[in-house]
């Protein structure tokens, strides 16, 4: 399969990992790019109902590697609470099938903690999407690059 990427243009629910899913079939690596654990989709795979929050597809079929990249915002909590939830799925979630980029940018407990003080999020007029993303691409976007 040549390389495909599937790109939405919305703030979320298009139907993205629906579609990365049915192209993972035919593909030997599926990379998640950009985005974070703050919206997921749910997959049903042989009458097996999975929710993926953070993790590519691809950890769904055999012997596809899947691979968390530099642009995901990358919350180590929420990741390995999402391989617990799979694995005891009887899902093999591996580094000879998971792989996260060294590069990525974490979601630290700070984020969350400037989250919950975040007036705008107190008035509930950001997207529940945006949990402890914003204050993270906030601080990245300051600090200089190395």
């Known amino acids: 399969m ?3 990427v599937v790109v939405g243009a919305q703030w979320g629910d298009e ?3 629906k579609i990365v899913d049915w192209l993972s079939e035919q593909a030997d690596i599926v990379v998640r790019f950009q985005g974070g654990h703050n919206a997921g989709h749910t997959l049903v795979i042989n009458g097996k109902t999975y929710k993926l929050a953070l993790l590519p597809s ?4 055999e012997g596809k590697l899947s691979v968390i990249g530099n642009g995901v915002v990358f919350d180590p909590s929420a990741f390995l609470d999402e391989v617990t939830r799979l694995r005891s799925q009887g899902v ?4 000879d099938n998971l792989r996260v980029a ?3 940018t974490l979601i630290l407990p700070l984020h969350r903690e400037l ?7 107190r008035l509930r007029s950001a997207p529940p999407a945006a949990a402890s993303v914003l204050p993270m691409r906030t601080r990245s976007a300051a600090a200089p690059s190395a």
């Open 2 to 4: 040549a390389n495909v």
């Open 58 to 61: 691809g950890v769904l079929r």
């Open 115 to 121: 989250d919950a003080h975040r007036p705008t999020r």
């Open 92 to 95: 093999a979630v591996s580094p």
């Open 102 to 104: 060294e590069n990525v």
């Open 15 to 17: 139907g993205k990992g």
